[in-house]
């Protein structure tokens, strides 16, 4: 994998959701994604067309003390929700942001069954819960 960008993203507050994200082809990006603070669930879901584990979604801790480093292929959508209060992710790219690709899933889609980490209450961007469900 060729790393064209890497980005940092900071979260303060436990129980942060971010995603479900991916890029549409001809900007569509491979991910390596590291938690260097703190620690996060991260959920990679199969979207290719012609995979026989489309819509599967595949869930991992990563964290500062484990530090376990996830392998997002191009093809799958990718979030996580924080698990402690001030952590850190870091993202290297295959193919740098291009705004008008940029294309996610609803973090609560009930085709996926993503089973979160229990949450009495999330913080999700407008943006994320303006997501569509993969029946649109």
């Not at 994200?21 to 290719?48: N, S, W």
């Not at 996830?70 to 870091?90: I, K, M, N, R």
């Amino acid at each position: 994998m060729r790393i064209v960008q890497s980005s940092t993203i900071h979260s303060p507050a436990p129980n942060t959701l971010r995603g479900l994200h991916y890029q549409r082809e001809p900007h569509a990006e491979t991910k390596l994604v590291r938690c260097t603070r703190g620690a996060i669930f991260l959920v990679m879901v199969d979207l290719r067309p012609d995979s026989v584990t489309r819509n599967d979604w595949l869930g991992a801790e990563l964290s500062a003390e484990n530090g376990r480093l996830a392998y997002v292929p191009t093809g799958f959508a990718q979030g996580y929700q924080t698990l402690d209060g001030d952590s850190e992710v870091h993202y290297s790219m295959s193919h740098p942001y291009v705004p008008e690709s940029a294309r996610g899933v609803r973090w609560d889609d009930p085709a996926l069954g993503i089973e979160w980490p229990p949450a009495t209450h999330r913080m999700i961007s407008g943006r994320d819960r303006a997501w569509p469900y993969l029946g649109g």
